[in-house]
């Protein structure tokens, strides 16, 4: 029988949560990365150092708080006001704002005279790999073209022109032959109507973004520290006491970064999302509900421990966000990865101008209905039973709903296979069978266990004794799980 079936919970996970640390090498630990710009602080370090939480809390022993408080100091130094650098607005502030391939890429191609003409952007996936090869023709007119890159086929357009009375004007015949899967549009800088474009080739540089879901899933911990030393004291050491405001002090200053994208609805549901011309891939939409949900567990912890209203106000108003998305069928709920009040749940078309389009980069974009996966239900799990927790938040998931969400994973994310059962690829109920990875993932159903029974021994029966490799920090935070709530 597999040591997963025999073997105390707590103790296996224990024993998995070390294993993995220990076995972290380059980005992925044990360290900390000097900077986020590859966004592994936001969605590696970050994981870890809730790990860490997780094992204090459930052990009450003052080591992995320590170790905890060693990450986040380490964290906090890869700050961009601390590093001195500026995000795409040429702001340095207390966040840690990312590139590479989680943000749009921009390339400026000048004219003859050396003057920047042309900015072609262009979203991802692969946008930080593009290089835009320019050619002239006759009568001032050029062409753009894109090799093949991964994820990315090749991509051509002309002829173009940087006369703005030409009907060939590059920004607009962009605009006209947008497609989504291309996903380039163009902005014509000022400029004399007779110059001429110069030819060669010209990388897109990724714009430096500080992406609400990456502050949300760094703070976390942050904040939840803080609860921790207020309310088991015992299990914080002294020396990590006497840090404590100034965690609470960075968490509220990288959240209130972000105030700018908050949204609700006229009936109260709440979300966080990317503004028109913010050079990520969907610009102007709400952000997916896992994303705006990681802010959403860093503002439950932040309700208690500073007592501001504001906080526990847009806690709840993403949880009603989350509550009105759960479709529940015989007592099974599903919900899906983006917000049905939400753009891109909807998809939107070309008004004929960027100025009143959802988006400056996405003239349009087909509707996406998909369920949630059971990676990014790892951040709505958790957000869910640490809201349904929290006593001093008004009250907004009924034990009917909790006991859905629970048969979720009984009913619809397990894909049973004799005595093997799997992880589906998502909560739908009918989605394909789950990657090797997403078996590794299974413990994310342990805290609703309250609500069902029959979780901790079908989580037994899927997971795995160790993930495929390479290992992340995701896989500390999972091996973590099992020990807290095993």
Known sequence: MPRWGIENLHRAGTRYFHEIESRLTGVSGPGVPADNEAGVIGWGTSWRMQGYLMMAERTGRPAYAERLAELIDDVLDARDDVRGVRDHRGRSRGVWSTAGKFTAATAVIPDTDGRPALEVTVCP????????????????????????????????????????????????????AYTQKDGVTARLLPGDAARRIRPGVYAARPALVPLAAQTGMIVHPLASLARLARERPDAVPASVHARIDGYVDAAVTAIAAHDEQWVTTDDGRGAYRWLPDEPVSFAGAELPTNEFLAMGRALVQLAVVTGEPAHAERAEAMARSLRDD????????????????GHVYRGWSPTGSPDTDVSLLRPAYAPVTVPEDVTHALIDLDFLCLYQATAQLPPVFTPAEMRAVAATFTRNALHRRGLHPRLRHDVGGTGRPGTDREQAHVAAWLPLRQWSPAIPRQVRRVQPELPPAPLMGVDTYCGALLARWG
Do not use: C, M, N, Q
């Open 125 to 176: 996936p692969s946008a930080h790999l593009a290089r835009f090869t320019v050619e002239t023709y006759g009568e001032g007119r050029f062409g753009l073209t894109l090799p093949e890159v991964p994820r990315r086929k090749a991509w051509a357009s002309g002829p173009l022109s940087l006369d703005p009375a030409d009907e060939l004007r590059a920004d607009r015949a962009l605009y006209t």
């Open 326 to 341: 759960l479709t529940i069928t015989d007592g099974v709920a599903s919900w899906p990865y983006w917000p049905s009040f």
